[in-house]
Structure formats: structure tokens, C-alpha cells
């Protein structure tokens, strides 16, 4: 496979909103794409009293603690989703990777022992031992950025992302679908 139209995946978690909406910032600076991006979080915070989301013909709007955080960070990504996901919760997905879990979920993709979400990463090319990290980082509250395009735009977001307060940065080479058809649908 040759890396010039490859495309690599880049997974950053971060331990709360402040830290990946600096981060965002801070791609958006130094001119990143945010196509090629997705955030994958839980909508609320456990002590919060009400949380809710709805769309009356607009933007999608949110109430609780982080609604400022995903009001403002909905309409800088492409395409989005609110779904509760097994065993993880409720999940608010901003981006390409929104699409990629909708037809999963559409498709009853699945992925030996893997979630929707779990099967929706599989696909990247992330390993099986990785999604479940990903899912409990999810579990207690994090936040996942995750990139997804050609290398020279993922290095760019890896060296900024290097800049930020992120508690884990892995970097994935792309992978040969056919090789991972037999495993999508058995489980």
C-alpha cells in the first residue's frame, strides 16, 4: 500500500471538555482541516440535575454544564449524532466518525465482542485492544479527538496535539480492509 493516498488515524484522549476544546483551538490555528476530525464524548456530567438536546430548525442546541462546549464545537465539524450506545451511554459524536457509527448502527455491523462505536473505530484500523481502552476512557467521563486522513495532514495534527494537555496520543498506520471483511460480520 502506498502512503501517498493512505489514510492514517490519530486517537487523542483528554481527561475534560476545557482540555480538547484548547486543542481544537489549537488545530484550527495551524490550519488543520476539521474534516478530517471527530470528537466523541458524553453529553452530560454525571452530577448534572437536567441535560437535553434539541433542534427546533437550527443549530443543534444543548443545555447542562458542557452545552456551551458542544453548541460551539457542533457547527465546526462535519455532521454529528446524539446516541446512547451499550454499554457506554449517551455519547454526543461530532464529525466524520458520526456517519461511520450511524450506518453501524443502521447496519448492524458487528464486530466480534466489540460496541457499535467499537466496531465504527474497528474499521479505521484501530486493534480491538485499543477500542475497548477508547470505550472505558469514554466510561469515566473523557473525551476522544480523533483524526483521520493523509499523513501529512496527521502529522501536522499529531505535532500540534503534542502541544496540548492530552492523557494519551496514538498514531495508526493504514490497514488493508479486505483482510478485515470476514471479521466485520461474524461475531
Given at each position: 500500500m502506498t502512503t501517498k493516498h493512505a489514510q492514517y488515524t490519530v486517537i487523542a484522549v483528554f481527561n475534560d471538555h476545557?482540555?480538547?476544546?484548547?486543542?481544537?483551538?489549537?488545530?484550527?490555528?495551524?490550519?488543520?482541516d476539521m474534516e478530517n476530525f471527530s470528537i466523541i464524548g458524553k453529553g452530560y456530567n454525571s452530577e448534572e440535575k437536567v441535560v437535553g438536546f434539541y433542534n427546533?430548525?437550527?443549530?443543534?442546541?444543548?443545555?447542562?454544564?458542557?452545552?456551551?462546549?458542544w453548541?460551539?464545537?457542533?457547527g465546526l465539524f462535519l455532521g454529528g449524532a446524539v446516541v446512547t450506545l451499550p454499554p457506554t451511554?449517551?455519547?454526543v459524536v461530532l464529525g466524520k466518525l458520526a456517519a461511520m457509527l450511524i450506518a453501524s448502527i443502521e447496519g448492524a455491523i458487528v464486530v466480534g465482542g466489540l460496541s457499535t462505536l467499537g466496531a465504527a473505530l474497528?474499521?479505521?484500523?484501530?486493534?480491538?485492544?485499543?477500542?475497548?481502552?477508547?470505550?472505558?476512557?469514554?466510561?469515566?467521563?473523557?473525551?476522544l479527538l480523533l483524526a483521520h486522513g493523509a499523513v501529512e495532514e496527521m502529522i501536522k495534527a499529531t505535532t500540534?496535539?503534542?502541544?496540548?494537555?492530552?492523557?494519551?496520543?496514538?498514531?495508526?498506520?493504514?490497514?488493508?480492509?479486505?483482510?478485515?471483511?470476514?471479521?466485520?460480520?461474524s461475531a
Open positions: 476545557d482540555d480538547v476544546d484548547s486543542a481544537v483551538g489549537k488545530l484550527i490555528d495551524a490550519g488543520c427546533t430548525g437550527a443549530r443543534m442546541k444543548f443545555w447542562g454544564k458542557a452545552g456551551a462546549f453548541g460551539g464545537l457542533w451511554g449517551p455519547v474497528y474499521s479505521l484500523g484501530i486493534p480491538k485492544n485499543s477500542v475497548l481502552h477508547y470505550e472505558l476512557a469514554l466510561k469515566k467521563d473523557e473525551f500540534v496535539i503534542e502541544t496540548t494537555r492530552t492523557s494519551v496520543l496514538d498514531v495508526y498506520k493504514p490497514f488493508k480492509a479486505p483482510a478485515l471483511r470476514d471479521e466485520l460480520f
